[in-house]
């Protein structure tokens, strides 16, 4: 199917809805199906809902804010408290599955106080292939993914976005705070800020694709195979290894396999994913 029949696929599974509520993050999907659905549905017939929490990072809120007002969307502002669930601070495989459940149920709420009739949210066709324990939320709360639905890859939704002007078109994923703190490690507040201001850091030194990974004491930085040798250098491994010890970590390495999405699952098992998905 050409990426024209996919998008009016998704126009029609839109269309079908009604008013909805897209479960919103400011990221290159949720941005791509809010556009979508204002197109659709017209703006009155759409609220875009962003959970607030110490998992999203301070600089996606805004441009989350920014993109939503770009687009013309009326925004629903609600205070996720995940970080107050055992089962997601616990930090077990199924974390995703809790907080996806949260946000979900945030929306659900909100739709219904809006007397709105579905809560829609941005996973593509390629989040099946993925290890997503989000996904297991959607379906048990009810949440519907036309981007999913219309078979829309990343690569179709960034294109689409490009055509449209969107700011997120190019925009590198970036998921939530909480994925970069390896399974087991506890979830607190102070461990999401320690992320946060590092990867900020890092963000300013220029590097555009990579993570910090939290393994308690050590804070393993994963970038692009063709910024590893910047990141390596002398001048630049002495300012990161400076702020990252500063924000409270004994030990920095870098990872010479390069970033991943995703990497911290790698030590799961397929039992372990499969138990989950």
């Given at each position: 199917?050409?990426?024209?029949?996919?998008?009016e696929?998704?126009r029609g599974i839109?269309g079908?809805?009604g008013r909805?509520?897209?479960?919103y993050s400011g990221?290159?999907?949720s941005?791509?199906?809010l556009r979508?659905?204002?197109?659709?549905?017209g703006?009155e017939?759409?609220i875009?809902?962003?959970?607030?929490?110490?998992s999203l990072?301070?600089?996606q809120?805004?441009c989350?804010?920014?993109?939503a007002?770009?687009?013309?969307?009326v925004l629903?502002?609600v205070?996720?408290?995940?970080?107050?669930?055992e089962?997601?601070?616990?930090?077990?495989?199924?974390r995703?599955?809790h907080?996806?459940?949260?946000l979900y149920g945030?929306c659900v709420d909100?739709?219904?106080?809006?007397d709105?009739?579905?809560?829609?949210c941005?996973s593509?066709?390629?989040?099946?292939?993925?290890y997503r324990?989000g996904n297991?939320?959607?379906?048990?709360?009810?949440?519907?993914?036309?981007l999913?639905?219309?078979k829309m890859?990343?690569a179709?939704?960034?294109?689409?976005?490009r055509?449209?002007?969107?700011a997120?078109?190019?925009v590198p994923?970036?998921?939530?705070l909480?994925s970069r703190?390896?399974?087991?490690?506890?979830?607190?507040a102070e461990r999401?800020?320690?992320?946060?201001?590092?990867e900020?850091?890092i963000r300013g030194l220029g590097?555009?694709?990579?993570?910090?990974?939290h393994?308690?004491?050590l804070?393993?930085v994963?970038v692009?195979?063709?910024?590893?040798?910047?990141?390596a250098?002398k001048k630049?491994?002495?300012?990161v290894?400076e702020?990252?010890r500063s924000?409270?970590?004994k030990?920095?390495?870098?990872d010479?396999l390069?970033?991943?999405?995703g990497?911290l699952?790698?030590?799961l098992?397929e039992?372990?994913k499969?138990k989950?998905?």
């Amino acid at each position: 199917m050409c990426i024209d029949s996919k998008y009016e696929c998704l126009r029609g599974i839109l269309g079908s809805l009604g008013r909805v509520v897209v479960a919103y993050s400011g990221g290159v999907d949720s941005t791509f199906l809010l556009r979508a659905c204002i197109e659709e549905l017209g703006a009155e017939n759409v609220i875009a809902c962003i959970a607030v929490s110490e998992s999203l990072a301070g600089s996606q809120y805004k441009c989350a804010i920014d993109n939503a007002g770009q687009i013309g969307a009326v925004l629903k502002e609600v205070r996720a408290h995940e970080l107050s669930d055992e089962k997601y601070s616990v930090n077990k495989a199924d974390r995703c599955f809790h907080c996806k459940s949260h946000l979900y149920g945030l929306c659900v709420d909100a739709a219904k106080d809006a007397d709105f009739e579905h809560v829609v949210c941005g996973s593509n066709f390629e989040d099946m292939d993925d290890y997503r324990p989000g996904n297991r939320a959607a379906a048990v709360i009810g949440v519907r993914a036309p981007l999913m639905e219309a078979k829309m890859t990343k690569a179709d939704i960034r294109k689409l976005s490009r055509r449209f002007g969107l700011a997120t078109a190019d925009v590198p994923a970036s998921p939530c705070l909480a994925s970069r703190i390896s399974y087991g490690l506890a979830v607190t507040a102070e461990r999401l800020k320690q992320v946060e201001e590092a990867e900020d850091f890092i963000r300013g030194l220029g590097f555009i694709e990579f993570r910090v990974r939290h393994h308690d004491q050590l804070a393993r930085v994963e970038v692009c195979q063709k910024d590893i040798e910047r990141m390596a250098g002398k001048k630049v491994r002495g300012l990161v290894t400076e702020k990252l010890r500063s924000l409270g970590f004994k030990y920095i390495a870098l990872d010479m396999l390069g970033f991943r999405s995703g990497a911290l699952n790698e030590v799961l098992s397929e039992d372990e994913k499969n138990k989950h998905v």
